[in-house]
């Protein structure tokens, strides 16, 4: 999936929400929390974590190219 970034900046969370892999805020913060989410191939612990053009983002089994 490509996500094309409007800003410098998007958080993780909102990110999760905008795309639709999270039905809620809450959702979302959840899976962060689990350990749900991968950050150029890490494990991303940071709800608020600011994801800019060029990283992936994966979670239930969707990859995110940000752009």
């Known amino acids: 999936m490509e996500f094309t ?4 900046y998007i958080e993780l969370i909102r990110l999760l929400k ?26 991303e612990y940071r709800k608020r974590a600011k994801i800019r053009k060029g990283e992936t983002i994966t979670a239930n ?6 752009q």
């Not at 970034?5 to 410098?8: G, K």
């Not at 809620?24 to 689990?34: I, P």
């Open 61 to 66: 089994g969707t990859t995110i190219n940000v």
């Open 18 to 43: 905008i795309t639709r892999i999270a039905e809620s805020g809450g959702q979302a913060k959840l899976m962060v929390d689990n350990g749900d989410v991968w950050r150029n191939g890490v494990q």
């Open 5 to 8: 970034l409007t800003e410098e």
